[in-house]
């Protein structure tokens, strides 16, 4: 049994996550966070096997329930947090 639930839960504070089922991989990152609008950028990559970077596919603006949605989802589906797999670009401060 794990010692700490922590991994299965999403986090309250705007912070980079990913996910991976293997064969794809998920990129949350905080696009705007202050207290009236919360939302997340999520890329979608492809794992290749000749490949040391995943092939970015899409990348989606989501609020923070929406981000929150899609992550439990996907844990539920099995899919496991990873480390990171690509350098993201730096969020344009606006």
Not at 30 to 40: A, E, G, I, K, M
Not at 47 to 70: C, F, G, H, W, Y
Not at 79 to 91: D, F, G, L, N, S
Request: hydrophobic share 30%; proline share 14%.
């Amino acid at each position: 049994m794990p010692s700490s639930s922590s991994s299965n839960r999403p986090p309250l504070s705007p912070q980079e996550a990913w996910l991976s089922d293997g064969r794809q991989v998920l990129h949350f990152r905080p696009s705007r966070w202050d207290r009236w609008s919360q939302q997340l950028e999520v890329t979608v990559g492809e794992l290749l096997p000749d490949q040391p970077v995943p092939l970015l596919k899409r990348r989606l603006e989501l609020s923070r329930e929406e981000a929150l949605k899609l992550w439990v989802e996907k844990r539920q589906q099995g899919w496991q947090t990873t480390a990171p797999q690509w350098q993201p670009p730096p969020i344009p401060s606006g």
